[in-house]
């Protein structure tokens, strides 16, 4: 690798019958137009524009937000959203690493030509980035748990073990001692005894402890609570300026963070990573309200079906259930549609402290907010650089979902969205572990939050399906408890489970395609701001739909017969109160405190 050879119990719904369509619907306009560079107005197109535009609401909303147009700013496609300042990482070796880092039945053994052409990649050919050292240690760490704990189908195939065998001799002599330790910990593996790997420590303590926990990860093992705690916070912040991090060998972390979701997490591990960073800033303020549901959206967002979540907050902020929405401007693998992008896209501010998003749910013209993860967590929000170079989603896109940055005197509720099987159960268990009354998981689309309208189709993949739910709700509370010899209480409750797929067409909707945005932030504002104006089509029934299952399945108050949760759910929307809700948040998020 002439890169790596240059050193360095069960509920159940009855049939609702419920018309959510209007017979005679009034189209309203969109309020999207971007500005042309002559100053006039053009409609969205359908072709994708990459660089930057102006966005700019109709002047009837500019004048609700009190807002002039040059203060909207922002690229459409998500893609543009990436800091720049971030080194890409290389194509060649990324794809390799996207069918050797994964679980041990996901695995898919490169081919000797294709091993070999990771082991010749030049970063400095046209085209090509350099290789980092992220990248070379998620890589190696991928071959080596293969090599030592994967199942003989996902092991090395005979082409791996060919080129690997041609090229370690090479490789021992200009890999630096990080990278040959992660690609032979104990000297083994390649069949050529090298005391590099056996006697390798690191260099300082935190490194040093870091390398005893990959020690473990490598061979296929699993560490404690305190060790994963200990090694998070000894080595973030990272400090990604130049390519470099904080204290610790980039390639060190990144086979850390990529062999643990390799190794398939234990609970503990799980919980290690979910609640390692709750007092970075401190004890999280306590909202004044009397429900807070918290939405834990994948953080690399939607690339193709529109988002809902953002107007569903609207729509239940109406009727006195708040929302606290979490997450990030861009986030790899997928780099998509995020709420932070949407607001950022319509003018609102988006970098809100903890104490600003709790005045704002505790607004009664509001109810609701947004909070970035580079406020509310600097040391995980540093790793977004290192996670677009391990290719592969680690053990935090599980956990960073599960979070209470604030927190409500009254009950709270998670809700978090799956796509991978095997993960449902230990997204419930966190959400217990964090205390809140009722706690649900969703199959939506694009392993989001949105269930769908259309029909289920016959071809359907196998595992769970879209608008699979499943979760629990309190039904009393005693007194508070020590759980895992925390100091945090929890509260000891009597829960029901539940476990159901909703079928949409059973409560009255329309079955219907999902609308595409295909990565366009305008255009997943569109559809939502029209279905806020009570425009009705897809999206309002997804809006709907989200907001009165979700209220049923919490327990919320009020929405016990699921029928009057949607009905509710549909007249805040009809009364244009939810529409005005969005707005007040975007004007507000600039005067809070």
Not at 21 to 50: A, E, Q, W
Not at 509 to 526: A, G, H, L
């Amino acid at each position: 690798m002439r890169a790596l050879l240059t050193p360095e119990p069960t509920l159940s719904f009855s049939s609702i019958q419920i018309n959510s369509r209007n017979p005679n619907p009034s189209r309203t306009l969109t309020s999207l137009h971007f500005l042309n560079r002559d100053g006039r107005h053009r409609l969205v197109g359908r072709k994708p524009r990459f660089i930057a535009t102006r966005a700019v609401l109709d002047s009837a909303t500019i004048e609700q937000l009190g807002l002039k147009e040059s203060d909207i700013r922002n690229p459409s496609l998500s893609s543009t959203y990436r800091n720049s300042k971030l080194p890409k990482p290389n194509q060649t070796v990324l794809e390799a690493q996207a069918r050797v880092c994964t679980g041990p039945t996901q695995t898919r053994p490169l081919s000797e030509e294709q091993t070999f052409k990771i082991l010749t990649v030049r970063g400095e050919l046209k085209d090509e980035e350099q290789v980092s050292k992220a990248q070379l240690g998620a890589f190696f760490a991928g071959m080596t748990i293969r090599a030592t704990a994967f199942s003989e189908a996902t092991q090395w195939s005979e082409g791996e073990r060919c080129a690997m065998k041609k090229f370690w001799p090479l490789l021992v002599r200009a890999l630096p001692p990080d990278v040959i330790f992660i690609a032979d910990p104990e000297g083994s593996i390649m069949g050529l005894g090298s005391a590099v790997g056996p006697q390798f420590v690191g260099n300082g303590t935190s490194e040093m402890r870091l390398v005893g926990a990959l020690r473990e990860i490598l061979a296929g093992g699993h560490l404690g609570y305190e060790e994963i705690q200990g090694v998070l916070k000894d080595v973030l912040t990272l400090k990604l300026e130049d390519g470099k991090s904080n204290g610790v060998s980039e390639s060190l972390l990144s086979a850390f963070l990529i062999g643990q979701r390799m190794n398939r997490e234990t609970d503990r591990e799980l919980k290690a990573y979910c609640l390692a960073f709750d007092d970075e800033l401190g004890p999280a303020p306590v909202a004044d309200v009397r429900s807070l549901t918290h939405y834990g959206e994948p953080y690399d967002g939607n690339t193709r079906y529109f988002r809902s979540t953002l107007f569903v907050a609207a729509v239940r902020s109406c009727y006195g259930e708040s929302s606290l929405l979490h997450g990030v401007e861009w986030m790899p693998p997928k780099g998509g549609v995020t709420e932070e992008q949407m607001l950022k896209f319509m003018g609102a501010k988006t970098n809100l402290s903890l104490h600003q998003g709790k005045e704002l749910i505790e607004a009664e013209e509001v109810g609701f907010a947004y909070i970035s993860k580079r406020e509310a967590r600097p040391s995980l929000y540093s790793l977004i650089g290192l996670r677009e170079q391990i290719k592969k989603r680690p053990s935090l896109a599980t956990t960073e979902k599960v979070q209470q940055f604030i927190r409500a005197k009254g009950r709270e509720s998670i809700v978090a969205g799956f796509y991978h099987e095997g993960y449902e159960e230990p997204l419930l268990m966190l959400m217990k572990r964090r205390g809140v009354h009722s706690g649900l998981v969703v199959k939506g689309e694009e392993g989001a939050l949105s269930m769908t309208t259309r029909l289920r189709s016959a071809s359907t993949s196998k595992g769970l399906p879209v608008n699979h739910c499943s979760g629990f709700r309190s039904v009393g509370m005693e007194s508070a408890c020590e759980v895992d010899g925390s100091n945090l209480a929890l509260y000891c409750v009597s829960r029901q489970s539940f476990r159901l797929e909703v079928n949409a067409m059973d409560y009255g909707f329309e079955p219907t395609d999902t609308p595409r945005t295909d990565r366009s932030v305008s255009k997943n504002i569109e559809l939502g701001l029209a279905a806020l104006r009570g425009e009705k089509g897809p999206a309002y029934d997804r809006i709907v739909l989200n907001a009165g299952i979700v209220d049923h399945l919490l327990g919320c108050d009020g929405a016990e017969d699921l029928s009057l949760a949607l009905e509710r759910a549909k007249e805040a929307i009809d009364s244009g109160k939810a529409h005005k809700r969005l707005l007040n948040y975007i004007k507000m998020s600039h005067k809070v405190k």
